[in-house]
């Protein structure tokens, strides 16, 4: 027997999101970037986080800025963007709120520049707002805010005293014990949790015995980074379930089943980034392939399978 007609609706922060797929920060511009794609429409996921936005203007950094891996890929954009101003007043407007929610994607070099981000965003019709905590934070040494607790939980603050808005903290999995970081920044104010950013990496040019990328160090995401990032949702949302704190679970999702598994680990619902690079259309596929499962296994919702996990038994470690 199977169910008839689930729902992928979800319910994230009192948003209402048409399916539970996510387009990442970094990978679709500001909401545009694939609409000129013959079959994509933004109608086929729940929300898009447009590219992460600091207060002025950045060109980013130098070439390489993106180099393919096994299963993944590295980047180092450098956060290029137009600055707040330019993406409220000229970019926000020409968004179709009628085709999904947007959530604008928030970074800063200091804790200042965090809350004035996320206060502009504050006035406009922005339906979240996610902190890139994983920026490095040049008044302390250079150090990410997101691989510190303390630094962490004081960005959150900030930005929490900007808005009222639902407020997504996207949590690195460069630092040792990113459940009890998680659980500063529910203290601190976050409404929900994005597992996880991208994880620090490096390429070597053999000949030039240089670094490929022009930074010399990137953020591996895709297929590579999908076992840890399952790992982190599990832990994070043993901090999140006894609050109802909902995750985006992310990293290397490309098929439905991997999506699944995701949700089957905790999370509310699931992004999906450097696919996109390689199939646009991969989110109609995976929408489809998750009915297909709620169907076979009778689940009447997406919301059914969340934290659904039965750990194996004792072991060692
Ligand atoms: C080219 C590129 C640019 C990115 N830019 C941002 C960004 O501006 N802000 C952010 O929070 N994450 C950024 N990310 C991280 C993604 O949003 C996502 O968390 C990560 O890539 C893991 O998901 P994936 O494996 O499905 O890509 C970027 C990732 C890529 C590949």
Same mark, same amino acid.
């Given at each position: 027997?199977?169910?008839?007609?689930?729902? /992928?609706?979800?319910?994230?922060?009192? /948003?209402n999101l048409a399916t539970p797929l996510v387009l990442l920060s970094g990978c679709v511009g500001f909401g545009e970037e694939y609409t000129r794609v013959k079959g994509f429409s933004n109608r086929d996921v729940g929300a898009i986080c447009l590219k992460g936005t600091t207060l002025e203007a950045r060109l980013g950094n130098p070439p390489h800025r993106i180099y393919e891996t096994p299963m993944g890929m590295l980047n180092a954009i450098g956060l290029q963007n137009p600055g707040v101003e330019h993406v409220v007043r000229e970019i926000l407007p020409a968004l179709d709120f009628g085709e999904t929610r947007f959530i604008a994607n928030v970074s800063g070099s200091t804790v200042e520049e965090y809350h004035e981000v996320t206060r502009r965003f504050d006035d406009s019709p922005i339906d979240a707002i996610e902190i890139n905590i994983s920026c490095p934070n040049v008044k302390e040494g250079g150090v990410a805010f997101g691989n510190d607790p303390d630094m962490s939980a004081r960005v959150v603050a900030a930005c929490r005293s900007a808005t009222n808005k639902p407020l997504i903290t996207k949590l690195s999995p460069n630092q040792t014990d990113i459940a009890g970081n998680a659980r500063g920044c529910i203290e601190a104010g976050s409404d929900a949790f994005a597992v996880i950013n991208t994880l620090m990496g490096m390429a070597?040019?053999?000949?030039?015995?240089?670094?490929?990328?022009?930074?010399n160090q990137g953020g591996l995401s895709g297929p590579a980074i999908k076992p840890i990032a399952l790992l982190k949702v599990h832990q994070v949302y043993q901090v999140c379930k006894p609050h109802g704190i909902p995750i985006i679970g992310q990293g290397g999702v490309?098929?439905?089943?991997?999506?699944i598994e995701f949700l089957i680990a905790g999370a509310a619902t699931v992004g999906v980034g450097t696919a996109l690079f390689y199939d646009p259309l991969v989110c109609q596929r995976i929408n489809a392939g998750i009915l297909?499962? /709620?169907?076979?296994?009778? /689940?009447?919702?997406v919301s059914t399978l969340t934290g659904s996990l039965g750990l194996n038994g004792p072991s060692a470690c």
């Open positions: 027997m199977t169910s008839s007609n689930p729902s /992928l609706a979800v319910d994230f922060c009192g /948003l070597i040019d053999i000949e030039r015995r240089q670094p490929v990328i022009g930074n490309t098929t439905p089943e991997d999506a297909t499962y /709620l169907e076979r296994h009778r /689940l009447p919702n």
